[in-house]
């Protein structure tokens, strides 16, 4: 059974940063690809970063590219997503997810079968 469980959100002013973090457990994540999404209120979950366990390739959202960067420590089969420069239009709740297969991209949320329960990130202007 795989979990996830998310932590690090809160509040945070506009150009400030916060680090999230997903433990996860229950399988061998080697082959894998870990993910963040975020939900923003009235809005559909939309693709963050990803990235694969085995080879640390990483993809990221457009909007995020040169702010935020995910990574992940093997030892403590923990994935981050370290925020920088954010912005008021970056508040949502952030999920952690995961896939096997690591190195097929996926950015859809009906791709990524395991998911965390989410912490919130609230940026004000």
Do not use: H
Request: charged share 20%; glycine share 12%; hydrophobic share 30%.
């Amino acid at each position: 059974q795989v979990q996830l469980v998310e932590s690090g959100g809160g509040l945070v002013q506009a150009g400030g940063s916060l680090r999230l973090s997903c433990a996860a457990s229950g399988r061998t994540f080697s082959s894998y690809r870990m993910g963040w999404f975020r939900q923003a209120p009235g809005k559909e979950r939309e693709f963050v970063a990803s990235i694969n366990w085995t080879d640390g390739s990483t993809l990221y959202q457009d909007s995020v590219k040169g702010r935020f960067t995910i990574s992940r420590d093997n030892a403590k089969n923990t994935v981050y997503l370290q925020m920088n420069g954010l912005k008021p239009e970056d508040t949502a709740v952030y999920y952690c997810t995961a896939k096997q297969g690591g190195v097929v991209l996926a950015t859809t949320p009906d791709r990524y079968p395991y998911w965390g329960q989410g912490t919130l990130v609230t940026v004000s202007s």
